[in-house]
């Protein structure tokens, strides 16, 4: 479980890190708010697009090959940023470490489902869950600690050492692990797909809320007169929160014998309310609103692959590569939709916008959930 939330926070700590240092890039590399939110999403359409291929080739490698090849692609890519002379060089590695998340997530997905019993699998993919939040929180940290110290190059070095400490103790499951254990429900794969993909764009609707709140949280704050320190560790308070709610989640979710997705839709909910928030340009506000919305649109992911997982069983690395590329996709379309409405209406328009597609995003898990109650796996 370690082994997999570091390989998932190395993957994305470069998407995460380019929205923390914001000010600082745009700065020095010369683009805009256009610039920033194409950047970002970038990462995600590497991802959305590798996403189906590298979810079965996870399931054919094993967990822990398919967790240092993408380790690998973290450091490369990581240190092309490091060194990017332009936006272009930026946005072409950030491509790279998108592919390197869409290996590195079926794989920790797979390693969880073979190795950690039903009864303690909420609580697992809870805190493995975590490190999306916590590579955003640690990218919030960098912004006082590194980007306006010693320079923003230096962050993403950092990034490629610890990659390559992934790789070093990364260490096949044992071989006892492979086969699926019994007990863990007979369903056959992907079954259900009409609900199934209510349930995908739910998740993609969600992802897009969160992914243009880390990424424009910390320009938003400064412009509202915060300073650049402040913002950074705001989005990183912001983030641990946002990991406090997927762990104390996923331990609901060990107790709860049914309505896991309803609990999804209810988080993504409330995380509307913060989006919403981020619209008044005063510092409480923004203060308030980033931590309400990412423990929503952003908590809610640990009981959603859990509930998932849980009904298909039998092919964790499929699943992954089937659902995962709708959540990318909507965190492709989340920071290029928040710069354009940006750029052309205003921030407070974009974050009621960014806000609307969360309330959708709850509405969208509850009726996904009722098609999908039916289809609960049956005890072996």
Same mark, same amino acid.
């Given at each position: 479980?370690?082994?997999?939330?570091?390989?998932?926070?190395?993957?994305?700590?470069?998407?995460?890190?380019?929205?923390?240092?914001?000010?600082?890039?745009?700065?020095?590399?010369?683009?805009? #708010?256009?610039?920033?939110?194409?950047?970002?999403?970038?990462? +995600?359409?590497?991802?959305?697009?590798?996403?189906?291929?590298?979810?079965?080739?996870?399931?054919?490698?094993?967990?822990?090959?398919?967790?240092?090849?993408?380790?690998?692609?973290?450091?490369?890519?990581?240190?092309?940023?490091?060194?990017?002379?332009?936006?272009?060089?930026?946005?072409?590695?950030?491509?790279?470490?998108?592919?390197?998340?869409?290996?590195?997530?079926?794989?920790?997905?797979?390693?969880?489902?073979?190795?950690?019993?039903?009864?303690?699998?909420?609580?697992?993919?809870?805190?493995?869950?975590?490190?999306?939040?916590?590579?955003?929180?640690?990218?919030? /940290?960098?912004?006082?600690?590194?980007?306006?110290?010693?320079?923003?190059?230096? #962050?993403?070095?950092?990034?490629?050492?610890?990659?390559?400490?992934?790789?070093?103790?990364?260490?096949?499951?044992?071989?006892?692990?492979?086969?699926?254990?019994?007990?863990?429900?007979?369903?056959?794969?992907?079954?259900?797909?009409?609900?199934?993909?209510?349930?995908?764009?739910?998740?993609?609707?969600?992802?897009?809320?969160?992914?243009? #709140?880390?990424?424009?949280?910390?320009?938003? #704050?400064?412009?509202?007169?915060?300073?650049?320190?402040?913002?950074?560790?705001?989005?990183?308070?912001?983030?641990?929160?946002? /990991?406090?709610?997927?762990?104390?989640?996923?331990?609901?979710?060990?107790?709860?014998?049914?309505?896991?997705?309803?609990?999804?839709?209810?988080?993504?909910?409330?995380?509307?309310?913060?989006?919403?928030?981020?619209?008044?340009?005063?510092?409480?506000?923004?203060?308030?609103?980033?931590?309400?919305?990412?423990?929503?649109?952003?908590?809610?992911?640990?009981?959603?692959?859990?509930?998932?997982? +849980?009904?298909?069983?039998?092919?964790?690395?499929?699943?992954?590569?089937?659902?995962?590329?709708?959540?990318?996709?909507?965190?492709?379309?989340?920071?290029?939709?928040?710069?354009?409405?940006?750029?052309?209406?205003?921030?407070?328009?974009?974050?009621?916008?960014?806000?609307?597609?969360?309330?959708?995003?709850?509405?969208?898990?509850?009726?996904?959930?009722?098609?999908?109650?039916?289809?609960?796996?049956?005890?072996?």
């Amino acid at each position: 479980m370690a082994i997999g939330a570091a390989a998932t926070v190395v993957t994305l700590l470069p998407m995460f890190l380019t929205g923390a240092l914001a000010v600082q890039l745009t700065e020095e590399l010369a683009f805009g #708010a256009v610039g920033l939110g194409v950047a970002v999403a970038l990462h +995600r359409a590497g991802a959305a697009a590798t996403a189906p291929f590298l979810g079965r080739l996870s399931d054919h490698l094993g967990a822990a090959r398919s967790i240092r090849i993408a380790s690998v692609a973290a450091v490369v890519s990581s240190l092309g940023i490091a060194v990017a002379p332009g936006w272009a060089a930026l946005a072409g590695w950030l491509t790279v470490a998108g592919a390197s998340n869409a290996l590195a997530q079926p794989a920790a997905n797979r390693l969880l489902s073979n190795l950690v019993p039903l009864g303690r699998l909420g609580t697992a993919f809870g805190l493995k869950q975590s490190a999306p939040p916590i590579a955003a929180l640690l990218a919030g /940290v960098s912004v006082p600690l590194i980007g306006v110290t010693v320079g923003w190059r230096w #962050a993403y070095v950092l990034v490629a050492v610890a990659s390559l400490a992934v790789i070093f103790t990364t260490r096949p499951p044992p071989s006892r692990a492979a086969p699926r254990r019994s007990g863990r429900g007979t369903m056959p794969p992907l079954t259900g797909r009409r609900q199934l993909l209510v349930v995908t764009i739910a998740y993609a609707f969600g992802n897009l809320s969160n992914s243009a #709140a880390t990424t424009f949280y910390v320009d938003s #704050a400064v412009r509202a007169g915060s300073s650049p320190a402040f913002a950074g560790t705001m989005l990183a308070i912001a983030s641990l929160t946002a /990991v406090g709610v997927r762990i104390v989640s996923g331990v609901v979710s060990d107790r709860m014998v049914s309505g896991h997705l309803r609990l999804c839709a209810v988080l993504l909910l409330a995380g509307a309310t913060g989006c919403v928030g981020l619209a008044h340009p005063a510092t409480w506000t923004t203060t308030a609103g980033i931590v309400v919305a990412l423990a929503g649109t952003w908590g809610f992911q640990g009981v959603f692959w859990y509930a998932l997982v +849980r009904l298909y069983p039998d092919s964790p690395g499929r699943l992954t590569g089937a659902v995962f590329p709708g959540g990318l996709i909507g965190g492709t379309l989340g920071p290029s939709l928040f710069g354009l409405i940006a750029d052309t209406q205003g921030r407070a328009p974009a974050w009621v916008a960014i806000g609307l597609v969360a309330v959708i995003a709850g509405v969208l898990m509850f009726a996904g959930a009722r098609g999908l109650a039916s289809r609960r796996p049956t005890a072996a």
